[in-house]
């Protein structure tokens, strides 16, 4: 039951990481994902006296439901702003008995941004168990001191140093993978790489980018061999126009050097080395609440693997729409990438509080809820100002995935109301006319629920 995930569920503070956002946000400097210690408050001056992560509020078990009646009274007022534009479509679920306490708009094709790497995260958890990882090797060219890498859609295999730590948690290492080879190799030295992408097919970039998405601070071209989130160093700012190259060269740093290029493997040829990543459930964690457009794109093409769809845009959108389907979730036609980056995108606000409701009966689907950022304390929902003045009473109170775009400011997620009751929502603004004022407008609808009993 969702009641019983989400009080059990601990939100893990300090993912602090980038937004998947353009044009309104300005490319800001890269920050390595970390995972604090328990006592580690979030950078944020709201922080104040924090001692540790905010645990879930737990549903009363006596809280009495809400109604339509109280759900619309309470959001009447804040409905009006015309920060939110002309074009909002709202959703809000009793989360307990998913009954429909308010909708406007609900099944209208809007674009989502962010918000869609829900409907991914879905998909990806229906399609994998949350403790599979995935699998990257090096095998033996065709010639004597050949190597290569053969991409697996893993986004965090890092080239961070060894004994120095990798921008994303629990990422596997180049370093290892160069050590196995050399054991393998013994004193045959390696002077060539060659970076096998095959896995991946189609266009690297999605249609509906812009071209100072890829590359930017955000986004890449999606190749199925790359390190650090598609970054040239694990420090980048920028990520790489070739994160495949990237790679192989940091391979072959690794190796002592040599000559780096891309090609196929082999076939049957003898793998040399592996590494794992970290399980797709920390992926979908980190994906969700750094949304990160990049490990968004690279799990979409995991869930087209799965569903024996071609590996790229257009394969994973189908897969993550057929996987998505039996979970409940109505995700539409209107998808063209895995992330929200494209302004093509379109989903109906619907198709995200379905996936959330999708976690009342599927505990393997509750990296979702662990991944949600926490108002006042971590990932979009403790940058730029979120839930201060009037909507400050949403701290801790709501967990939820933003979602910004020129024009579109979203955010769906689950939070708990006055009487102790949990509400399912969505908010998407895709007419919006400036970015801070509708993101303020969108935090007071959500904060208007958590002060209402709304009965």
Known sequence: MLLVILSCVLVAAGYAGMRGARQYLANRDFHPVRVPAATQPASDARAGLRTGPPQPIPTQADAPEPTPTGVAAALAGKLTAPQLGPSLSAQVLDATTGDSLF???????????????????????????????????????????????????????????????????????????????????????????????????????????????????????????????????????????????????????????????????????????????????????????????????????????????????????????????????????????????????????????????ATRARPELRSILSGLSVAGWDGSLVEQGRFTGPSAGGDGAVRAKTGSLTGVSSMAGVLTDADGRQLIFAFVADRAPSEGPTREAIDALAAALVHCGCR
């Open 103 to 357: 909708a406007r708009r609900p099944d209208a094709l809007v674009a989502p941004a962010s918000t869609s790497k829900l409907v991914t995260a879905a998909a990806v958890l229906a399609a994998h168990r949350s403790t599979d990882r995935i699998r990257t090797t090096v095998v033996a060219g065709a010639e004597p001191g050949t190597v290569v890498l053969v991409g697996a859609g893993d986004p965090t295999l890092s080239a961070a140093p060894a004994g120095q730590p990798t921008p994303y948690p629990e990422a596997a290492r180049v370093t290892d993978l160069a050590a196995q080879v050399r054991r393998a190799l013994g004193a045959t030295p390696v002077t060539r790489v060659l970076v096998d992408g095959s896995l991946f097919s189609g266009p690297a970039v999605a249609q509906g980018w812009a071209p100072e998405d890829s590359p930017s601070s955000y986004g890449c071209p999606i190749t199925a061999a790359m390190v650090d989130g598609g970054r040239d160093t694990p420090q980048s700012a920028i990520r790489s126009a070739n994160p495949d190259l990237a790679a192989g060269s940091a391979l072959a740093r690794a190796l002592g050097g040599a000559q780096v290029s891309r090609g196929r493997a082999p076939a049957g040829a003898r793998t040399l080395g592996a590494v794992q990543s970290a399980p797709i459930g920390v992926l979908v964690e980190q994906m969700l609440r750094d949304s990160d457009n990049v490990i968004a794109e690279m799990l979409g093409r995991q869930v087209a693997l799965a569903g024996q769809q071609p590996a790229s845009f257009a394969g994973a959108v189908v897969a993550i729409r057929t996987g998505a389907a039996p979970l409940g979730i109505a995700a539409g036609t209107g998808m063209h990438d895995a992330s929200g980056l494209s302004v093509l995108d379109r989903l109906p606000a619907s198709a995200l509080t379905q996936a959330l409701t």
